[in-house]
């Protein structure tokens, strides 16, 4: 490979966070550019081709999807579909030689993600999970002062994630295309939080879904849960997910007081603070990191930050909760 060369990525669905946030960051990454598009709307791919000067023969439908792999101008396909669509369109695409970024929560099932790690590693290529967060300095911040123990041993964490959602016809709210409603949405970034900051993993969750106010709307999901991760050393990591409530914390405290990022999870204008004062770092395109990282990644091939293995330890944590959640009882978690 020409390591002068950037990479071509293919954005397989053109939805709002393709639209809004990943083809703007595409534009901004040193390494990669925006080389075909996957969708099965007409009109949005004459918008897509005009805006961003994409040459006919890079447009693609799911049909011919797999044309793909006669097409060199692709390196990447970027997976940015609903859930339930992630393992099918990672395997296609491993097939058609690509190598590829799937949006998260990486599948349905722990064994969907073991056919999308299979297939890429079949193919020779590498895959890579859209956590965003491990790219932005705050975030990063928070895996430094815990792991580090700057401020001594984390006693206990807190982190919670939500925001109010107004379509009840949205498909995050249908089970068959999510997987379950706001823990695998958002609140994965909560159990990413615990992990990195604290770098352990846990081994067993209690959980407790939360009250619905709109039972129609949430009828198939669930409207926000609570969970209790603990940790190998004794704390407890409390997390919340919802979709009826606006928060946005990651908090770690100490025996010399609290760090924190508060809004912790957005896509800009992050803060956060430490015992000492306030944390300042420049905001970041958190997706023209994440996405350089993994050019990276396949330029000098070297391990993949956040690889499709952490994919499904998080999916591994999502099945625990919800068990933890029917049952009402203390579930324990098998790391591999």
Not at 39 to 62: D, L, V
Not at 195 to 209: D, F, K, R, S, W
Not at 228 to 233: G, H, K, R, T
Request: hydrophobic share 40%; proline share 4%.
């Amino acid at each position: 490979m020409n390591n002068n060369r950037k990479l071509g990525i293919a954005l397989v669905g053109l939805g709002n966070y393709a639209t809004g946030q990943l083809a703007p960051a595409i534009q901004d990454s040193n390494y990669c550019y925006l080389a075909a598009i996957v969708t099965g709307t007409p009109s949005k791919a004459e918008i897509w081709k005009s805006k961003y000067q994409i040459p006919e023969k890079n447009i693609y439908s799911y049909e011919n999807f797999d044309m793909i792999k006669d097409n060199p101008d692709i390196d990447i396909v970027y997976i940015v579909l609903p859930n339930f669509l992630h393992a099918a369109y990672t395997i296609r695409a491993a097939k058609a030689s690509k190598h590829v970024i799937c949006e998260k929560p990486m599948a349905m099932t722990i064994e969907e993600c073991d056919k999308m790690i299979k297939a890429c590693k079949d193919a020779g290529k590498m895959l890579s999970i859209g956590y965003r967060l491990h790219f932005e300095p705050y975030n990063l911040e928070m895996a430094r002062l815990g792991q580090q123990e700057i401020y001594g041993k984390i006693n206990n964490m807190n982190a919670g994630f939500g925001f109010t959602t107004e379509d009840p016809n949205q498909w995050r709210l249908k089970k068959a295309l999510s997987g379950g409603g706001p823990l695998v949405d958002i609140g994965i970034y909560c159990i990413q939080g615990f992990c990195y900051t604290t770098g352990m993993l846990p081994i067993a969750v209690n959980a407790q879904e939360g009250i619905k106010i709109d039972n129609e709307k949430f009828k198939e999901v669930e409207a926000s849960i609570s969970f209790q991760l603990e940790m190998p050393n004794g704390i407890i990591c409390e997390g919340k997910a919802s979709y009826e409530q606006e928060m946005n914390y990651l908090i770690a405290e100490t025996n010399k007081g609290i760090f924190k990022i508060d809004p912790a999870y957005n896509f800009s204008d992050l803060a956060g603070n430490n015992p000492e004062g306030k944390m300042n770092f420049t905001q970041v395109n958190q997706q023209a990191n994440q996405i350089d990282a993994f050019a990276l990644s396949i330029k000098n091939n070297t391990a993949v930050i956040v690889s499709g293995e952490m994919g499904k330890r998080d999916v591994t944590y999502i099945d625990a909760i919800y068990k933890a959640m029917h049952t009402g009882k203390r579930v324990e978690i098998k790391n591999v």
